[in-house]
């Protein structure tokens, strides 16, 4: 069986076919070919591809009518079409989203930004059919967890009528019965959750791209605008409001930036919530990790902050995602970098050591600490304690799903100089 992604290509020019061909080839992946639109809708009923690159103009059927009818049909809806074009009119674009297209290329097409985008697509579609399967596993989970309830429910019957002694058992069960009705309720609203998630990110992705193009090109052509509204004469009877557009606009594009910036960290955050499994397992070093996040928090801590390492020289390699690792001790420093910013100086202690086939990580802080009531809320997604615009409310809980998805575990407790200690477990032994 083959394991290689397929990705069909229509398009009805033949030296785009064999460019792309090329391209998809060098990525290692492999290639169907489909000249109109309606040779492209019989290759897909027939193989079920992984990716469509569809290309707009074309004979027969355009791509708009092929993607809608691509998008309309349940067995192939939740295959990904990316848009390869030359046309950059905007109600096109529009179109094409209307039509259910979840991505755009431009020609001549750039072989980093195919491998990005099909990379992307790829990862929300097994994130999906992940979804798909965890749900039918719920369901049979809760076929037995209603068993479970029977069989409680005839246990404590029979137990109150022949010994009053045996009411401990039914108790027990109903207390067992009681927890796995909470866990599967919080899965199921986690699962629930990261579909949002992964759904937001993406709507809002687009959009977003439309904003931030358009603020860039606002940004480029000010600088004319404000030269040639530098000529425009004492006498003229709109030059107050002239002079109030100079003064106003940059400050507009600068706030534009910014909500731009804003949204597209959230739109981060909700992809990284929403990914559940490592996407690349290699061995490395957690103390290679550690300094690298420390490099990125490196702005936050360096004013206020002293940072103390005590590591184990011995430390073990681990398996997993270096990347995702590092982002979590990137959510943890910045975490602590705020709680300790009303400081006048703080102390970030971070420890390493192994233990029975485990690495123990502990960050600790010396800052304000976190109280009983808020600790139980902070895995919560969306929940901060920080100022509107200073979080997100998902660092925490990006970090909860990594470390569980590597096998670990990573809780919180008082540090008894004051602040806050993070604790990490991670297993030695390769993830399987």
């Known amino acids: 069986m083959n394991s290689k992604p397929r990705i069909l290509i229509v398009d009805d020019d033949p030296m785009n076919l064999v460019m792309i061909e090329a391209k998809i080839l060098s990525l290692g992946y492999d290639v169907m070919i489909a000249r109109d639109g309606l040779e492209g809708l019989k290759k897909v009923s027939e193989s079920h591809p992984d990716v469509v690159l569809l290309d707009i103009l074309m004979p027969k059927m355009d791509g708009f009518e092929v993607a809608w009818r691509l998008k309309n049909d349940k067995r192939t809806r939740m295959i990904p079409i990316i848009v390869i074009t030359s046309l ?4 096109d674009r529009v179109k094409a989203l209307e039509a259910g297209v979840d991505d755009f290329l431009t020609k001549p097409v750039d072989t980093s930004e195919l491998q990005a985008r099909i ?38 019957v029979q137990a109150e009528i022949e010994r009053i002694e045996k009411s401990k058992i039914a108790d027990e069960m109903e207390k067992l019965a009681n927890e796995r009705a909470e866990q599967l309720i919080h899965a199921d609203r986690m699962a629930t959750l990261g579909t949002l998630s992964a759904g937001i990110a993406h709507e809002v992705n687009n959009p977003l791209t439309f904003i931030s193009g358009n603020i860039q090109t606002l940004e480029k052509f000010w600088p004319i605008l404000d030269n040639y509204l530098k000529t425009c004469p004492n006498n003229y009877p709109e030059y107050p409001k002239i002079q109030l557009i100079k003064v106003d606009i940059p400050d507009i594009i600068k706030g534009i930036r910014n909500g731009v910036s804003r949204v597209s960290r959230i739109v981060n955050g909700l992809r990284s919530f929403s990914r559940q499994n490592c996407t690349k397992a290699v061995l490395f070093n957690l103390h290679d990790a550690i300094e690298e996040a420390l490099i990125l928090c490196q702005n936050a801590l360096k004013y206020k902050i002293q940072v103390v390492k005590d590591f ?69 997604p969306f929940f901060t304690t920080k100022p509107v615009g200073k979080g997100t409310g998902l660092g925490l809980s990006i970090s909860l799903g990594i470390i569980q998805s590597h096998g670990g575990t990573i809780s919180v407790k008082p540090n008894p100089i004051g602040g806050t200690i993070f604790e990490l477990i991670l297993p030695v032994k390769p993830i399987s």
């Open 88 to 91: 950059n009119d905007r109600d």
């Open 119 to 156: 990379k992307s697509l790829l990862k929300i579609k097994d994130y999906y059919e992940q979804m798909l399967l965890y749900q039918r596993e719920l369901e049979s989970l809760n076929v037995q967890l209603v068993e479970s309830f029977e069989r409680a429910n005839t246990m404590a």
């Open 312 to 380: 184990d020289a011995n430390l073990p390699y681990i398996s997993g995602d270096q990347q995702q690792i590092e982002q979590v001790f990137v959510n943890l420093f910045s975490n602590a970098a705020h709680a300790m910013e009303t400081k006048d100086q703080g102390t970030l202690t971070i420890t390493s050591r192994s233990h029975n086939n485990q690495i123990i990580i502990h960050v600790a802080d010396t800052g304000h600490g976190i109280d009983k009531k808020t600790i139980e809320k902070i895995w919560n």
